[in-house]
């Protein structure tokens, strides 16, 4: 089991640019597959990116692609991303998430056991 907890959200302008941070306790962090979710007002929540164990593969949704980078620092237990170009439609809780699955079933099913608590993002026009 692992214990997320996000930071970074503020208020910002459009076009402006935010880096999240997720830090990561507990073992085996270098082992999961990490990914960061988004829920707006009345919205479901919806997959921003997501990033395997190694780094060696990433992915985004298409609102996002061109904008938004996932990172990870492995020695640290902390996973970023930096959303740049910022846009109203980005406004949303965004959430950090965290699983053991191959990269493979990461990318088909979307599903991630652990989650953190959400940081609240607002971009005003």
């Known amino acids: 089991q692992v214990q997320l907890e996000e930071s970074g959200g503020g208020l910002v302008q459009a076009g402006d640019s935010l880096r999240l941070s997720c830090a990561v306790s507990g073992r085996a962090f270098s082992t999961y597959a990490m990914g960061w979710f988004r829920q707006a007002p009345g919205k479901e929540r919806e997959f921003v990116s997501a990033?395997?164990?190694?780094?060696?593969?990433?992915d985004y949704a298409d609102s996002v692609k061109g904008r938004f980078t996932i990172s990870r620092d492995n020695a640290e237990n902390t996973v970023y991303l930096q959303m740049n170009s910022l846009k109203p439609e980005d406004t949303a809780v965004y959430y950090c998430?965290?699983?053991?699955?191959?990269?493979?079933?990461?990318?088909?099913?979307?599903?991630?056991?652990?989650w953190g608590q959400g940081t609240q993002v607002t971009v005003s026009s």
């Open positions: 990033i395997s164990w190694s780094s060696s593969f990433t």
């Open positions: 998430a965290a699983d053991r699955s191959r990269w493979d079933d990461v990318v088909r099913t979307r599903y991630f056991g652990s």
